[in-house]
């Protein structure tokens, strides 16, 4: 079978990636431009309407408003007092009426007998002997 020829060789290859990568780069400088090109306006911009104040004020507060202070919890460890806890009642682990279920266990596995040998395998035959072939025909020049 004979070797198919590109007909689309190395040097139009090299080409055709050097030429796209030229328009690539051109195109984004063209575009690099035109981005910074100041626009001409053909007519006079219409002035932005003024804002409206719709907003209401916020209502002023008066600092002379005595406020209750807001509750929070005080760190442990810089509390200038110790804590006042009421008297927990002990708990005796060795009165209590414990009746513990026994905890399951797996069964013991059973002693299996030892496995029989292996039996043995007689050898694969002999490989047969390759085939002779007659060489071909040689073809003469000829005249």
């Known amino acids: 079978m004979a070797k198919v020829r590109s007909k689309f060789t190395t040097s139009s290859k090299v080409t ?3 030429l796209s990568i030229m328009s690539f780069f ?8 035109l981005a910074q090109k100041p ?4 007519e006079p911009a219409t002035p932005l ?23 929070t919890m005080f760190p442990t ?5 110790p804590l006042n806890l009421p008297d927990l009642p ?3 682990l060795n009165a209590l009426p414990a009746a513990i279920a ?3 266990t797996l069964a013991a596995l059973p002693t299996l007998a030892p496995l029989a040998p292996m039996p ?16 071909a025909p040689t073809k003469s020049g000829g005249s």
């Not at 043995?120 to 060489?135: E, I, K, L, S, V």
């Open 16 to 18: 055709l990636s050097a």
């Open 26 to 33: 051109g195109g984004w400088n063209v575009i690099g431009h």
């Open 39 to 42: 626009v001409k306006a053909d």
């Open 49 to 71: 309407p003024a804002p409206m104040n719709t907003a209401t004020p916020w209502p002023t507060l008066s600092t002379q408003v005595d406020l209750a202070p807001i509750p």
């Open 77 to 81: 460890l810089t509390r200038p007092e």
């Open 90 to 92: 002990q708990i005796d």
């Open 102 to 104: 026994p905890i399951p």
């Open 120 to 135: 043995t395998m007689a050898p694969p035959p002999p490989m047969p002997a390759a085939p002779q072939f007659a060489p």
